[in-house]
T-cell receptor, first 113, second 115 residues
Framework: ETGVTQSPTHLIKTRGQQVTLRCSSQ?????VSWYQQALGQGPQFIFQ???????GRGNFPPRFSGLQFPNYSSELNVNALELDDSALYLC????????????FGSGTRLTVV | AQSVAQPEDQVNVAEGNPLTVKCTYS??????LFWYVQYPNRGLQFLLK??????LVKGSYGFEAEFNKSQTSFHLKKPSALVSDSALYFC?????????????FGQGTELSVKP
């Protein structure tokens, strides 16, 4: 059983640029969600995808967008990067067929300069 | 709104001593509670969850948690701490609202176990 993998592990972007982060779900999981973890904070829910559609969103602006593909992998896109977007971005997969467990990836550390 | 609170930013314990990391919650309805651990520059690792049933939940690496409905608490415990337990611990509650379900995390507690 493979876990959740995220890429890249680290990246540095300039303010105003756009970034795409990728996530491969754990085998058998059909739902993926994304979280932002700022330094010294708990993870904050960005959004969730199920059946390739967004079915839940946290308090994040529209420049945060995502995709889920038929194989349940996912992308998080952030446009017009701001310095405050610097954080660890975590992807979590889960299954609607099991008891509420979430499997998290190791995250992508994004630094905006 | 659902929420969790971790009242201690840091907990210091000597190796071999019991440890407790505190969590309180506020939910409408029955809570679905989780504990995760995070090592430096890593993602979150699942430790245990409470959905229903026995109030004492046993999880990974010798950790357990006690669900107390009257005190709205879900404290994480371990009888004998190891230096390798030093990490950041997060309590979370599942929010089933109209957002398809999400986890709401506490601010985290840094556990330091000294030899």
């Amino acid at each position: 059983e493979t876990g959740v993998t995220q890429s890249p592990t680290h990246l540095i972007k300039t303010r105003g640029q756009q970034v795409t982060l990728r996530c491969s779900s754990q085998s058998g999981h059909n739902t993926v969600s994304w979280y932002q973890q700022a330094l010294g904070q708990g993870p904050q829910f960005i959004f969730q995808y199920y059946r390739e559609e967004e079915n839940g969103r946290g308090n994040f602006p529209p420049r945060f967008s995502g995709l889920q593909f038929p194989n349940y992998s996912s992308e998080l896109n952030v446009n017009a990067l701001e310095l405050d977007d610097s954080a660890l971005y975590l992807c979590a997969s889960s299954s609607t067929r099991t008891t509420y467990g979430y499997t998290f990836g190791s995250g992508t550390r994004l630094t905006v300069v | 709104a659902q929420s969790v609170a971790q009242p201690e930013d840091q907990v210091n314990v000597a190796e071999g001593n019991p440890l407790t990391v505190k969590c309180t919650y506020s939910v409408s309805g029955n809570p679905y509670l989780f504990w995760y651990v995070q090592y430096p520059n890593r993602g979150l690792q699942f430790l245990l969850k409470y959905i229903t049933g026995d109030n004492l939940v046993k999880g990974s690496y010798g950790f357990e948690a006690e669900f107390n409905k009257s005190q709205t608490s879900f404290h994480l415990k371990k009888p004998s701490a190891l230096v390798s337990d030093s990490a950041l611990y997060f309590c979370a509650v599942r929010d089933f609202g109209n957002q398809g379900g999400k986890l709401i995390f506490g601010q985290g507690t840094e556990l330091s176990v000294k030899p």
